[in-house]
């Protein structure tokens, strides 16, 4: 079992009770003979629930491996712009564009973009903005995340992986609670600077307005503190873009060294 993306704490269908787990008990349940976790912070959630460590190890985060070039460099934010970044569930995602929209209100100084996700249906997102007046406030943005990234100083999320991938571009994150939907954002118990949660479009106005008055040596220091939240989430090989460390579990079978070769 190879993890390809994030497992927030609160996806529980990951994480199993001891006795599911033991291999003696009446209710155990069919396991892979190994788990391997693209970075140490799932490897800990793992382990945490007693699952063996004979039967974990970490290896490259394949599909983030793209970081590697982000992480550890400042990243000059010349526009002031606040990404959305939508879930795959539309009630949740529009529910998040509507406390955005309220929020920046007749506001000014910034622009707002948002970012749906490659799977959620486009019309019932530009349907929702219609109906509640959002365009010519907030403006859809198909490209890539990456180049949307590059440019915006703050991603407001409720659940994507997204958040962490900001990070590495020195985005500041917002991590907004809302009604329909339990916050799954892997950054949920994470403490950082760069990183707040809200319950309200007043705090979110308010975190807004925070973030993109932060001086440039606070920015700097968030930068690496994000640097650091990232090689927890994920294992790089800063070396090679080879994944040398999945090529060998895959190839020996053992591989339990949980301690990643992180960027500096």
């Given at each position: 079992?190879?993890?390809h993306a994030?497992?927030?704490?609160?996806?529980?269908?990951?994480?199993n009770?001891?006795?599911?787990?033991?291999?003696t008990n009446k209710?155990?349940?069919?396991?892979?003979?190994?788990?391997?976790?693209n970075?140490?912070?799932?490897?800990?959630?793992?382990?945490d629930?007693?699952?063996?460590?004979?039967?974990?190890?970490?290896a490259?985060?394949?599909?983030?491996?793209y970081?590697?070039?982000y992480?550890?460099?400042h990243?000059?934010?010349?526009?002031?712009?606040?990404?959305?970044?939508?879930?795959?569930?539309?009630?949740?995602?529009?529910?998040?564009?509507r406390?955005?929209?309220?929020?920046?209100r007749n506001q000014e100084?910034?622009e707002?973009?948002?970012k749906?996700h490659?799977?959620?249906d486009l019309?019932?997102?530009?349907?929702?903005?219609?109906?509640?007046?959002?365009?010519?406030?907030i403006?859809i943005?198909?490209?890539?995340?990456?180049?949307?990234?590059?440019?915006a100083?703050?991603v407001?999320?409720?659940?994507?992986?997204?958040?962490?991938?900001?990070?590495?571009?020195?985005?500041?994150?917002?991590?907004?609670?809302?009604?329909?939907?339990?916050?799954?954002?892997?950054?949920r118990n994470?403490?950082?600077?760069?990183?707040?949660?809200?319950?309200?479009?007043?705090?979110?106005?308010?975190?807004i307005?925070?973030?993109?008055?932060?001086?440039?040596?606070?920015?700097?220091?968030?930068?690496?503190?994000?640097?650091?939240i990232?090689?927890?989430?994920?294992?790089?090989?800063?070396?090679?873009?080879?994944?040398?460390?999945?090529?060998?579990?895959?190839?020996?079978?053992?591989?339990?060294?949980?301690?990643?070769?992180?960027?500096?």
């Open positions: 079992a190879y993890q994030t497992v927030p704490w609160m996806l529980l269908n990951y994480f009770s001891a006795d599911e787990i033991k291999e209710y155990s349940m069919p396991k892979p003979d190994m788990i391997i976790c970075g140490d912070m799932t490897y800990g959630y793992m382990r629930c007693q699952w063996p460590e004979s039967r974990l190890s970490v490259e985060a394949i599909r983030f491996s970081l590697k070039s992480l550890g460099k990243h000059e934010k010349r526009q002031n712009i606040v990404l959305i970044v939508l879930s795959i569930n539309a009630s949740a995602s529009i529910a998040l564009m406390m955005t929209f309220d929020a920046i100084g910034f707002v973009w948002v749906p490659p799977f959620i019309e019932t997102i530009t349907q929702a903005m219609t109906d509640d007046g959002m365009h010519g406030v403006v943005r198909t490209e890539p995340i990456e180049e949307l990234l590059r440019d100083k703050m407001v999320v409720d659940e994507s992986s997204v958040s962490i991938e900001a990070l590495a571009f020195g985005c500041s994150v917002i991590n907004v609670n809302i009604p329909e939907s339990i916050n799954m954002s892997p950054l994470v403490r950082a600077d760069m990183i707040r949660t809200v319950n309200s479009a007043d705090e979110l106005r308010q975190e307005f925070e973030t993109l008055n932060t001086g440039s040596s606070d920015i700097r220091k968030r930068e690496r503190t994000a640097q650091q990232v090689n927890k989430f994920f294992c790089f090989n800063s070396d090679s873009n080879v994944p040398v460390r999945l090529v060998t579990i895959l190839g020996n079978g053992i591989f339990t060294d949980a301690n990643c070769n992180h960027i500096t």
